[in-house]
């Protein structure tokens, strides 16, 4: 008989993780689905085309900068430009590259949205104390690959 070691995922590292990481994204993405009818990905590939406005970012850069599957970027991007929400050009220096932009529209919804990200994101740190969320950034930034 082989004994099982199954991992102690309440102590996992990375199960953690992806567990809070989960919980805090469904919270503020039940507000912006229901008011928008966005989703995770779909706001995630808006939220960097915003950060990154100048940078003309096709989906694959988007896909590098959320850490998320370049499919599931791909299908979000062309359903926000199916909506009007991102613009789709090809790229004035090299014609087999598309760039994207957020729209007026997009940039509307992005404008609306973002605050309750940000106002969400005040009630989880609401949790810790001002050194604890100093110290949680300092990890962040530590783990962070990006």
């Known amino acids: 008989?082989?004994?099982?070691?199954?991992?102690?995922?309440?102590?996992?590292?990375?199960?953690?993780?992806?567990?809070?990481?989960?919980?805090?994204?469904q919270g503020i993405a039940r507000e912006y689905h229901t008011r928008f009818g966005l989703s995770i990905t779909e706001w995630r590939a808006m939220a960097v085309l915003a950060r990154f406005d100048k940078s003309k970012l096709s989906a694959r850069q988007v896909?590098?900068?959320?850490?998320?599957?370049?499919?599931?970027?791909?299908?979000?991007?062309?359903?926000?430009?199916?909506?009007s929400l991102v613009n789709r050009k090809m790229h004035q220096d090299d014609r087999r590259r598309s760039v994207l932009a957020l729209t007026p529209k997009g940039w509307f919804i992005h404008n609306?949205?973002?605050?309750?990200?940000?106002?969400?994101?005040?009630?989880?740190?609401?949790?810790?104390?001002s050194e604890e969320q100093v110290w949680l950034n300092r990890i962040l930034d530590k783990l962070s690959p990006l």
Do not use: C, W
């Open 63 to 83: 896909a590098e900068r959320t850490a998320m599957d370049k499919v599931a970027i791909s299908r979000a991007v062309g359903k926000l430009v199916a909506r």
């Open 112 to 129: 609306q949205v973002a605050p309750l990200a940000r106002g969400y994101e005040r009630e989880v740190l609401k949790k810790l104390n």
């Open 1 to 25: 008989m082989t004994d099982h070691l199954p991992l102690k995922l309440e102590h996992f590292l990375p199960y953690r993780l992806s567990v809070l990481s989960n919980t805090i994204s």
